[in-house]
Every structure is written in C-alpha cells, then in structure tokens.
C-alpha cells in the first residue's frame, strides 16, 4: 500500500501555528515515495546472558510490498535521518515487508512536547527512536510518536463520522499496567499485568478506548477507596487515580474517550447473580463525580438500536466527551444516562490461529443489526488456559508478541473496512493507533 505521509507534516505545523514551507521541513515526522516503516516496542525481555536482560527493545517494520524496487537498508536513528552516517544500526532488507528486533531499549524516555506531566503542543510528536530505509540515501522515515490531540487534528475530516463508524485504537485490561497495592508495585509479570504504559501515557500515545474490570472491596474505610481495577480476582490498581487521568487529559484536550466498565469480577452481585444496587450507586456516584462535566449521557446522543450513534461533531459541540458503556443491562435501565452493553468480540483461545479466524468472521458480520450498542470492540489477545497459568506455560507478553504484529497487518488489510474498536495488549507492540488514523480519514472520504 503507497501512503504519503506529508500530511504528518501538515498536522505537526498547523497544531503549532504555523504554515508549510521550506521553514517547516523540520516539523516532518513521516516521509515515504512507497511503502512504510514504522517503530514499535518488544514485548517480551531479551535474556542476555546470565543476569543480563534487554527491556523493551527497539523493533523496526517495513512493508514495501508497493514498491517497485526493494531499498537496501534499514536503520535505527536516535533523531530524523539525515544519512547512514548517522544511524545507531543498520540492517539489511532481505524481504518485502517484516522487522528486525534491535539490541537497543527504548529506555524510560518521558513523553514528548510537554506531555510527560501535562497539556503540551498539539499534534503528533516523536520520541527518540527513529527508523529510516533507503539504498545510498534514505527514502523513507518515521518515529515512534504520540498522537495526543489526533483526533482534534484530523476534525475537519472525520467529525462527520458516526461513532460506530470510527476506528479506534484500544487497550485490553487497560487499568492492568503496574501493581499498585499495599504489597506490590511490580511493573512487569507473567499472567497479571497486560499493559506498560500508565493510562494518561495510553491517551497521549493515542488510545481512545478503555475496558476496565472493577472489583469492590468493602474492608477499605472510604467508600472510593474501595473501587479497583482487578485482572480477574487479582487487585492491581485503585480505580479513583486513573479516572481523575482521565478527567485532566478531557480538561485540556477536545479529544473523545469511550470508557467501557466491561466486567465486574468481585463484590458487585449477590451470590445467586443478583447486582448489589449500593455497589453499583457508589461506582455511579464515583464516576459522576469525577467525570461528570464530560459525560455524555447515552439518552441525549444514542440513537437507538441498530445505528451508529451520533457524530464526534455532535459529541465535541456539546463538550460531552466521555462515552461511559456498562455491561449490567438492569443498571442500564435504571441509570438512561449510561451507554447499553458494548459487544466484545472475544475469541476464548490460546491459538493464534484460532484467534484471528474468529476475528476475521465476527468483525465482517459486526454489528449485528439490532445491536443495542452503536460500536462493538475486537479484543485482539489470546487467553491463557488454566493450565498454562497454573504450570507458568508462556506469559501474556509471550501472546501478546505472537499476535501484535499480525493485528497491525489485519487492521491495514482484512479488518479495514468493517473495524470498530480493536483492543490489544502491550500497544506499543503494534501499530494501531497510527493505522486507525488513516483508516478514520479514508472513511471520511467516502461520506
């Protein structure tokens, strides 16, 4: 596929005020005469030698199955590529399209352009890792990028676009990125924690779409002190920090979120099913109160089954940002200020294989015609079996390489045309954020 990315360069001067010409060639982040390269991060630790690991180690992809002659070469480069003699390491391309995973971490650089803290510039914005490719000369460059306002920056092309309509970039167990209890703060393990980036880092990355799975726990004192982000049975962080995340990324971004209560694993239903009404008030309360001035209540803006939903004009227009979905169908009817159950198209497997033959039949015939819900998510990860977990068979970091890369690939192929939400793993595995926004300007031509 032949993609221009001069646009990248539009999108990096206009959000900075400025105009493009010669002065703004150093605002280009991604330039390509065919085919692409991008930058993603390794999910699994690199054993080195004895008590030496390599952390997220820098990986390089190319596809240049649109090209009609093969480049040469491909490098690493710690800013934009002037020429090879500039490059940390240099590979060569054996093969139309695939990567190389380097020796080099990622490190632990903040984010970019005032963001690491904060509001900071508008439009995408690189970190360190550069990838560029060519033969004598380098023809084609990207970065890895933060995407903190893309949807701001790209608005006068797919505001017209339904939600439903949308492809949008998200995280699987998305509150599940680094122990915050009492007895632990372990930032990486085998079968728990199934991201590494905090969620204000997920929304300034680009992501846009949160499934959390809340638990309750009643032996805390307060009332919000109580409300967890659990991965199955196992507390990983207090719910209330990463809503007031959320809340100043909406203070000071006209961005949309969609935050997806998807499961509820403790304390929030009576031992024959029955929801327990406090439980799920207290959550209510605690989410209105945090979130309310963004909120965009389901009764002013769905349209009914078997839409798309309103506008993201509809939705920026009235400043009601935050889409808030809730599994429990009986509180959605007592509460019409929620969004109806959001399907989840999730395969159960540990097969790759497996997993993206469901994916691949469920997202062509998604959504069905009736469905209560406007959108629908692809949750693009496999799920260890018991038995894997109880004799440490793999780990999610294991799945989540196998699959990753193919998710980038199918998002870019099969998934193009009907893909809504697609949940990972580990994001920075894959490219998801930056192919839905190409994919969100495509459809919007069509309109």
């Known amino acids: 596929m032949a993609v221009s990315w001069v646009s990248v360069a539009f999108l990096a001067a206009t959000a900075l005020g400025a105009s493009i010409g010669p002065a703004t060639e150093k605002l280009i982040l991604e330039k390509s005469l065919c085919g692409k390269v991008w930058v993603t991060i390794h999910s699994l630790t690199i054993r080195l030698g004895v008590g030496q690991n390599l952390l997220d180690a820098i990986e390089l992809n190319w596809d240049f199955k649109s090209c ?41 650089p903040e984010l970019p352009a005032g963001w690491e803290s904060g509001a900071g510039l508008r439009g995408p914005q690189c970190l360190w890792p550069w ?85 309750y726990y009643d032996f805390y004192e307060t009332i919000e002190d109580r409300y967890w982000l659990n991965h199955n049975l196992i507390r990983v962080r207090p719910l209330l920090p990463l809503l007031k995340e959320i809340r100043a990324f909406l203070d000071v971004t006209k961005e949309v979120v969609f935050l997806d209560a998807h499961h509820f694993p403790l304390g929030f239903y009576e031992q024959n099913g029955a929801p327990i009404s406090s439980v799920h008030e207290g959550l209510l309360k605690l989410v209105k109160r945090e979130l309310g001035p963004h909120i965009a209540p389901a009764n002013q803006f769905h349209t009914g089954a078997g839409t798309r939903g309103p506008t993201l004009q509809s939705l ?69 079996t018991v038995l894997d977990i109880l004799f440490v068979r793999g780990s999610l970091r294991a799945n989540a390489e196998a699959v ?17 939400i697609v949940s990972t793993d580990f994001f920075l595995a894959n490219d998801v954020i930056d192919v839905s926004i190409q994919i969100n300007v495509e459809r919007s031509n069509r309109l």
């Open 68 to 108: 009609a002659n093969l480049p040469m070469q491909i490098g690493l480069f710690g800013a934009r590529p002037s020429g090879w003699h500039n490059a940390l390491a240099v590979y060569d391309v054996t093969s139309v399209a695939g990567h190389i995973v380097t020796n080099i971490s990622l490190g632990e």
């Open 131 to 215: 990838v560029g490719a060519g033969d004598q000369h380098i023809t084609t460059f990207n970065c890895l990028k933060i995407q903190p306002t893309w949807m701001d920056d790209y608005g006068n092309r797919i505001n017209n676009l339904r939600i439903g309509e949308l492809a949008i970039p998200g995280t699987h167990n998305a509150g599940a990125w680094r122990f915050d209890t009492e007895i632990s703060t372990v930032t990486r393990d085998t079968f728990v924690l199934c991201q590494d980036q905090s969620i204000w880092a997920q929304l300034v990355y680009g992501i846009r779409y949160f499934d959390f799975r809340i638990a």
């Open 316 to 384: 920026k227009d009235a400043d009601r940002r935050l889409v808030f979905n809730y599994v429990d169908n009986t509180i959605v009817a007592e509460n019409n200020w929620l969004w109806p159950i959001l399907p989840h198209l999730w395969a159960n497997t540990n097969s790759p294989k497996q997993l993206f033959e469901y994916l691949d039949r469920a997202i062509a015939t998604s959504p069905q015609p009736n469905a209560r819900s406007p959108m629908f998510s692809a949750m693009a990860q496999t799920t260890p």
């Open 404 to 420: 990753n890369r193919n998710v980038t690939s199918r998002l870019s192929t099969v998934w193009r045309q009907q893909a809504n």
